[in-house]
């Protein structure tokens, strides 16, 4: 089969490998319809998260369910889907709790699309054929009624942008109206998500930015959006805030922005080997933060609650692209691109 590979900086390429084939009654095969680009992959293509050349690219994507093997009950041939970036059984103690992204029946960080961080490398989305090895626990069908090419990223920036508010919806509906109010420091998509999310679940939300074109899709999702080169205002503190440009200093200027006993939740990958937190006002104004990688799976179902309730990510979209084009365009993306073999 045919797989796309980050050949080396800039350059990417079509190769042949072998298809994969169902070893175990759980596993199943899919074929990726739509893929869309994380904003890790964007990173890497322009050089700036370093990773060694040679692997299979693509983690987020829908997919048609092409082969199963005899104890899979929940999916059938010919299911649309979406495979959670992550790989995971769904019935060890760390999947039974939520921490899908943690599988204890596999090596941590076991996963699609980035082989080189991978504990397992599951190979990547722009290929032919995909193995999923726990079908019943991973895949989740996706109602033809939610638009595909809106929705391509839900195997990891959707629920990592729901993730930094999802959470707090009930504390923010407490609160009085006038104070359901969410800050995102954006950078690339994942602030755009968490920015649409927050919109549907009825906060007021501000968005900070510096690109002209994430700033008008933030608008189209519900957000009123900030110039960061031209500061328009002073900020009163914000009891959930998101920030996901992975600065240091726009990290401390959200902590600030965050109030007493709020909340703040930080999507970014830090590459530099200290990153100074101001840990004694975050104590005295009992500020909460939270960090690490998402998971995936356990996010997704309620993610496709608030998609079946009129929440439309479409304007997170820059791009849509045919699939053939992939070598050519994967080095060149600025924001979420979207394969799509139709």
């Not at 999507?267 to 009992?286: A, C």
Request: glycine fraction near 10%; charge should be negative.
């Amino acid at each position: 089969m045919r797989q796309l590979t980050f050949a080396e900086a800039g350059r990417y390429e079509w190769c042949e490998t072998r298809d994969p084939e169902i070893t175990a009654p759980g596993q199943a095969l899919v074929r990726p319809l739509l893929v869309a680009c994380c904003d890790l992959d964007v990173a890497v293509a322009h050089g700036q998260a370093p990773l060694p050349p040679g692997y299979a690219v693509g983690h987020e994507g829908l997919a048609e369910v092409v082969a199963v093997g005899d104890d899979v009950g929940g999916i059938r041939v010919g299911d649309r889907v979406v495979v959670p970036f992550q790989i995971s059984c769904g019935d060890c103690a760390q999947c039974c709790r939520g921490a899908t992204g943690s599988c204890g029946s596999v090596p941590l960080m076991a996963m699609y699309g980035l082989g080189p961080l991978a504990g397992v490398n599951g190979g990547g989305f722009m290929s032919d054929l995909v193995l999923v090895p726990y079908a019943d626990a991973m895949l989740i069908g996706v109602p033809e009624a939610i638009g595909s090419i809106a929705i391509a990223s839900l195997s990891d920036n959707i629920p990592d942008g729901w993730r930094a508010v999802g959470p707090y919806a009930t504390e923010l509906a407490a609160l009085d109206p006038a104070d359901r109010r969410v800050l995102v420091v954006g950078r690339l998509s994942i602030g755009l998500y968490a920015a649409a999310f927050a919109a549907a679940l009825g906060a007021h939300v501000d968005y900070v930015d510096t690109d002209a074109g994430r700033l008008a899709a933030a608008e189209k999702l519900g957000a009123v959006v900030h110039d960061r080169a031209k500061p328009d205002k002073s900020w009163d503190p914000y009891p959930v805030t998101v920030h996901t440009s992975a600065d240091p200093t726009l990290l401390a200027a959200t902590l600030h922005a965050t109030w007493p006993d709020g909340v703040c939740t930080d999507t970014g990958i830090y590459y530099q080997p200290k990153v100074e937190m101001p840990l004694l006002p975050m104590y005295t104004r009992g500020v909460r933060f939270v960090t690490g990688r998402v998971n995936a799976r356990a996010a997704i179902p309620p993610v496709l609650e608030l998609l079946a309730g009129g929440c439309d990510l479409a304007p997170a979209v820059e791009r849509v692209v045919g699939w053939d084009d992939a070598p050519d365009v994967w080095p060149t993306m600025t924001g979420k691109t979207v394969f799509t073999r139709a």
